[in-house]
Each structure stands twice: as structure tokens, then as C-alpha cells.
């Protein structure tokens, strides 16, 4: 803290010692006059404080002084530390100034004003040159805040706009034939897929256990009733009580399963995600609102520009009415058997399963949503973190058409409003570590009119190794081809002088 730099202590252990030390005061009258042996009522003669000599005058003044530079110097390290804790971080460089080259430099983690904050602080920065915003904290596990007027109401229409000319797709998690074609590949008996399911190790597959294991597949919602119905389907559950016994479980043929899956027709509200997206780009050569953009992200992470440049584009998402995103974490975690997206060509390695590797997550508002469609953080500040504790009873707390209102923490949808999270730990060295679980959260049921939002992940692989050699590459490649090198965005280029009549 600059508090600490200034006095060598923490400013309230600095402020304590402070009160607590005597002040310098003249000599009693009282006592000088009991020890005259003089009374109440008798008026002492009046004498010097001390003989006309330079030496007490001179060492009153000093002591004086002395305790005058110390009373300065500590009013003068508080105000240093409400400065910077509230938005001036020049004392913390952060990882965008310590990064050095093309690699993504020492640090990849929040900084420590971030760090230091508490529930309800806000403090200020200057984002854009005509104006302030203020950061407000939501939470701390995970670290959440939330930036209103991050956007202005015209660039929230203007993302509109520009992802309606270039066009919207339903969204949808992982595809059936993805999805059987990795599963094929994992050499896992179905004895030890049986342990992996037994949470609970009593040897025995309770509803829930299944549920907390099955939410990808083909993208659909499983829910106690719809896996009831594919073990009927399947007879897998010949007794029917929803239970799965080691026996049952070994009778039951896996690609009996695969095939219900195929053959079966998800309404959009039974699906993982009920919603259109598409991508917009924000590299050299797009609309200048859109690197506007990208550059007032770079400003808020204050990671390095190669880590933020190399990130994802744009995700501009539309929930019509009855639109959902059941509750998700947007990163996963790096095991042996898979890879980062963002990384998996410099890696030069074969693996079955790939994740995003989304280290932070900045998500805007772009229309104030009629009813529903809040952001929720289920388990967010929750003491501690069980996945088996999210289903209790009849309640999945990942549920976010029946059971958004039980989740710790909702955000309402605000045009122009930003939010934005940390999905990892820090390692203790300044890079990623460990998915944070407690950034669970979930897109809550549209019950009335359109929600509008936009997505900026920001990619960072755990391996520092990786990350050094995907930016590298990807900057020889940007020096050997520029902008041509990218022809998918061509499109988004053709736009980058499109208005919007307001």
C-alpha cells in the first residue's frame, strides 16, 4: 500500500501507535503548585517555565517539531492510500505496463487494488478522456464489479445493429457427433465411468449424482424427470425408483444411450442455452466503435495488449421471451486430456477435449431487458464450494427457469452497464491457476421482451510456456500476412463504416 511505503506500517497500525503515544505538554500547574504547598484557592507567583537559557527554548522546538513531522507524515499516508485506493493505481504497474516483448510478460492475475476491495467499494477510473467511471465491487468469490455507462447508449445500438446485418445463429453447446467422437476416444471402462458418477461412493447412482455429470451431450437441460424417462426408454431402471445399482449400471449398453440422445427432439426450453449469437470482430480494420471497444477493455484489465488482442471477438447475444442460459462456468479447467482452444495450434500435441481458457469475463448490457434475464452468481460469497450441494431436494440451483430467485447473487440488466470477472485463481506466482467454481453463474429466464447482451473474453493459458509461444507465433504470422491473413472477417470490414440513424 503507498500507506506502507510512506510510514513503513500499515495506515491503521500507524493511526493506533499515534493515538496511543503521549503528547509533549507543558508541567502541570497542579502538581508544581501541591508541591509549593500551595492550596486550591492561592495563586502560585508567576516563574519561567525554565531559566532564560537557550537550551530549553531550543529543545521544547525540537520535540515539537519532531512530533509535528511524524502527526504530517502519517495524515499525509492515509490520504495517499484513500488516493489510490480509489482509482489511481500508478503504485501498482499491473501487468500491462510489467509485460515486456511478445511474450505475455510475468503477470497475469488481478491487481491489488482489486484484490483489496470489499463488497460495496467503489472507486474511480478514467476509462475514456471525456469522462470517469466507477467500478463497484459485487462479490469476491468470484471477484465480480459491475461498471455503469461503460457503453453509451449509442455504441449498445450500434452493436445491435451491426450483429443483425451480419446475422444471428441459434447457440448451442457441443454437438452430437462431436460429443460421441471424443467419448469414443476416452478409454474408460464402465466400472470406473460408474465410480466417477458415485459422488458419494455408496455404490449406487442417486438422481442427482447423474444430473451434476450430464449437462453437455447434445446440449439439453437434464432434469430428474427427463433422465427418468431416457432410463424407461433405455430400461436401464427396471424397479423404476430412479436409482442405479453397480448391476443395473453394467447391464445398461452406453450406445443404447448415445441413440436416445440422437433421437430425441429438445424443445428450445429444455436446451442448456435458448438463444442467437453471432461474433464481430475487433481487430485492425474494424469499426472504430468496436476498437473503441477493445481498447477501453485493455484499459480496464490492464493486461498486456498482446493477451488482449489475441483474445476472442466480440459475442453479441440475443434471448428472445422464454430465452435462458442455465448456470455454466465460461472456462474450464486444464487437465492432461485437454487443451486451450486459443493455444491448440502451437501446441502440437493431440488431445481429446479442448476448453476456452477464458481467464476473465467482461459481459455488457446493451437494452434494459422488460422482464427477467438477470445474470445470476448461484453460489457467489457462498462460505464454501460443494457441486453436490447445488442440487438439494427438488432444487438445482443451476436451474435458471425454475430456480433463479434462490441464487445468492442477481444482477438486473442495464443498458450500457458492464460486468466483468476473474474465472481463475491466481497461482501465488502471478499467472492462472485453478478455475475459480464460485463464478458459476447462468442466464436468467426472459419473461418479457428482448435482452440484448455482449461477451469479451479474455484468453490466458495456464501453461505461461504456451501462451509465450501462441503469441509469438500469431505476431510472425501478423507481420508475414496482416489483415489478409484473417479473410473470415472480411465481412465485418465491408462494415466498418456503418451508422446507426438515431
Not at 247 to 266: P, T
Not at 267 to 279: D, G, P
Not at 318 to 340: K, N
Request: one cysteine or more; charged letters at 25%; proline letters at 6%.
Amino acid at each position: 500500500m503507498a500507506a506502507a511505503a510512506v510510514t513503513g506500517q500499515r495506515p491503521e497500525t500507524a493511526a493506533a501507535e499515534e493515538a496511543s503515544r503521549p503528547q509533549w505538554a507543558p508541567p502541570d500547574h497542579c502538581q508544581a503548585q501541591a508541591a509549593a504547598g500551595l492550596g486550591d484557592g492561592e495563586d502560585a507567583p508567576v516563574r519561567p517555565l525554565c531559566k532564560p537559557r537557550g537550551i530549553c527554548s531550543r529543545a521544547y522546538f525540537l520535540v515539537l517539531m519532531v512530533f509535528v513531522h511524524l502527526y504530517l507524515g502519517n495524515v499525509l499516508a492515509l490520504l495517499l492510500f484513500v488516493h489510490y485506493s480509489n482509482g489511481d493505481e500508478s503504485s501498482d504497474p499491473g501487468p500491462q505496463h510489467r509485460a515486456q516483448g511478445p511474450g505475455p510478460g510475468p503477470h497475469a492475475a488481478p491487481g491489488a487494488a482489486l484484490r483489496r476491495s470489499r463488497v460495496g467499494h467503489e472507486r474511480k477510473v478514467q476509462l475514456v478522456t471525456d469522462r470517469d467511471h466507477f467500478i463497484r465491487t459485487l462479490s469476491l468469490k468470484p471477484l465480480l464489479f459491475e461498471i455503469p455507462g461503460f457503453l453509451t447508449d449509442e455504441e449498445c445500438r450500434l452493436i445491435i445493429h451491426l450483429a443483425q446485418m451480419k446475422g444471428l445463429q441459434r447457440s448451442q453447446i457441443l454437438p452430437t457427433e462431436e460429443y460421441e467422437e471424443a467419448m469414443s476416444t476416452m478409454q474408460v471402462s464402465q466400472l470406473d465411468l460408474f465410480r466417477l458418477l458415485d459422488q458419494n461412493r455408496d455404490g449406487h447412482l442417486q438422481l442427482r449424482e447423474v444430473l451434476a455429470q450430464t449437462r453437455l451431450g447434445n446440449g439439453w437441460w437434464m432434469t430428474p424427470e427427463s433422465i427418468q424417462e431416457m432410463y424407461a426408454a433405455i430400461k436401464a431402471d427396471p424397479d423404476g425408483d430412479g436409482v442405479l445399482s453397480l448391476q443395473e449400471f453394467s447391464n445398461m449398453d452406453l450406445r443404447d444411450f448415445h441413440k436416445y440422445m440422437r433421437s430425441h427432439k429438445a424443445e428450445s426450453s429444455e436446451l442448456v442455452r435458448n438463444s442467437h449469437h453471432t461474433w464481430l470482430y475487433q481487430g485492425e480494420g474494424a469499426h472504430h466503435v468496436m476498437r473503441a471497444i477493445r481498447q477501453r477493455v485493455l484499459r480496464l484489465t490492464r493486461l498486456s495488449p498482446e493477451i488482449v488482442e489475441l483474445s476472442e471477438p466480440l459475442q453479441v447475444v440475443r434471448y428472445g421471451e422464454g430465452g435462458h442460459y442455465h448456470a455454466h462456468v465460461d472456462s474450464g479447467p486444464v487437465y492432461p486430456e485437454t487443451i486451450c482452444s486459443h493455444t491448440k495450434l502451437v501446441a502440437n500435441e493431440s488431445v481429446p477435449f479442448e476448453t476456452s481458457c477464458r481467464y476473465m469475463t467482461v459481459l455488457f448490457y446493451l437494452n434494459n431487458v422488460t422482464g427477467g434475464g438477470e445474470t445470476v452468481f448461484p453460489v457467489a460469497d457462498n462460505r464454501t464450494y460443494d457441486e453436490m450441494s447445488l442440487i438439494q431436494d427438488d432444487v438445482d440451483l443451476r436451474d435458471t427457469r425454475r430456480h433463479c430467485d434462490k441464487g445468492n447473487l442477481r444482477v438486473k440488466p442495464r443498458q450500457g452497464t458492464a460486468v466483468f470477472w476473474y474465472n481463475y485463481l491466481p497461482d501465488g506466482q502471478g499467472w492462472v491457476g485453478d478455475v475459480d467454481d464460485y463464478s458459476l453463474h447462468g442466464g436468467c429466464l426472459v419473461t418479457r421482451g428482448t435482452k440484448w447482451i455482449a461477451n469479451n473474453w479474455i484468453n490466458v493459458d495456464p501453461s505461461r510456456a504456451r501462451q509465450a509461444l501462441f503469441q509469438q507465433e500469431m505476431a510472425r504470422l501478423a507481420r508475414e500476412g496482416g489483415t489478409d491473413s484473417q479473410p473470415e472477417w472480411a465481412l465485418d470490414r465491408a462494415y466498418r463504416d456503418a451508422r446507426v440513424e438515431l
